[in-house]
């Protein structure tokens, strides 16, 4: 009798030590990035799901889960996923999205990582303003600086007149880039140049922070041991970078497949990307199941990259301990 009264209080305080362990600080912390991921990427992204297998009624969808006499009903529809395997439309879109999101990365990179090289290796006194000048373009409206270059590529623009005074357009019509000579708006190259310059401070500033933190010493050594300043850089400052580089990608090319605004005013017919396809399954079409689809295939592309690295990551931190 004793043991089953005593037991009681004990039970009781067993589970409020563990109800304090869950809300405790740590615990908080690990929670909270789950709970505003399922809130604000998982739920999301389960209606857009539950959108694309529905069937459209008017202004409304039908269930997918119905009820009568008895017998319980599950309706999907994978008729519009079936649709974009077998049109041309959408495929093209879907490659032409990974074209120029995949060219936009490596343009980030080949511009970002000398200025983050300098940034990295520049005075400590110089820094903060270098590295306010890569933050300063994000004090401007995004679209004001992608209007701004309409202006600078469109007839008359002065980017277009040093352009044609140097005769890179006819490097630019070589390369298959611009149909005619000193058309440079609505074309891949404004495209691709408009997105460069809008990622580019999300690749400089990854890699600004890898490369900030290498030891100087493995590069006075490898001086020492006879290696060039070229040498030392592809063999010690590039594979140190390396993760740097795979985040700053990451973060250029997620965002560049599915862009909408960018390709929208600086691209042209040749231009066209899935974030255009998107618009107009929505608000011209009016189309929202297919549009769900076409939104779910392209957050499937881009989970790859994101499992790659993580992959990367996970290998990394086996490699450290």
Do not use: H
């Not at 090289?117 to 006194?125: D, E, G, H, I």
């Not at 992608?146 to 390369?175: N, P, R, S």
């Amino acid at each position: 009798m004793p043991k089953s009264i005593n037991s009681k209080p004990n039970g009781m305080q067993g589970l409020l030590g563990r109800t304090r362990r869950l809300f405790s600080g740590r615990s908080a912390v690990i929670g909270l990035p789950y709970v505003w991921l399922l809130a604000f990427f998982a739920l999301p992204f389960l209606i857009v799901l539950k959108i694309s297998v529905s069937e459209m009624e008017t202004v409304r969808f039908k269930e997918l889960l119905t009820y009568a006499d008895g017998v319980l009903n599950l309706s999907l529809k994978f008729s519009n996923y079936v649709f974009i395997t077998q049109d041309d439309l959408y495929m093209l879109a879907y490659l032409a999205s990974l074209k120029y999101a995949a060219v936009t990365t490596l343009g980030c990179l080949v511009v970002g990582y000398p200025f983050a090289y300098f940034m990295a290796r520049t005075r400590q006194a110089l820094q903060p303003a270098l590295l306010m000048l890569v933050m300063l373009p994000f004090w401007t409206s995004f679209l004001l600086r992608v209007y701004a270059w309409k202006g600078l590529l469109g007839e008359g623009g002065w980017v277009t007149d040093a352009i044609v005074f140097l005769g890179l357009d006819q490097l630019l019509l070589a390369a298959g880039v611009i149909p005619a000579l000193g058309k440079l708006m609505n074309t891949p190259f404004s495209l691709v140049l408009g997105m460069i310059y809008t990622y580019l401070p999300f690749m400089i500033l990854p890699l600004y922070a890898n490369l900030s933190k290498l030891d100087l010493r493995l590069l006075e050594a490898a001086s020492d041991l006879g290696a060039t300043p070229w040498t030392a850089f592809w063999r010690i400052t590039v594979p140190l970078s390396k993760a740097g580089i795979i985040a700053g990608s990451m973060l250029v090319f997620i965002p560049c497949v599915g862009e909408f605004v960018i390709p929208e005013l600086l691209g042209g017919p040749q231009t066209l990307m899935i974030g255009r396809v998107l618009w107009d399954e929505f608000f011209s079409n009016n189309d929202w199941p297919m549009a769900s689809s076409v939104a779910v295939v392209m957050v499937l592309l881009i989970l790859v990259p994101l499992a790659l690295f993580g992959k990367y990551q996970a290998e990394s931190q086996e490699a450290r301990s």
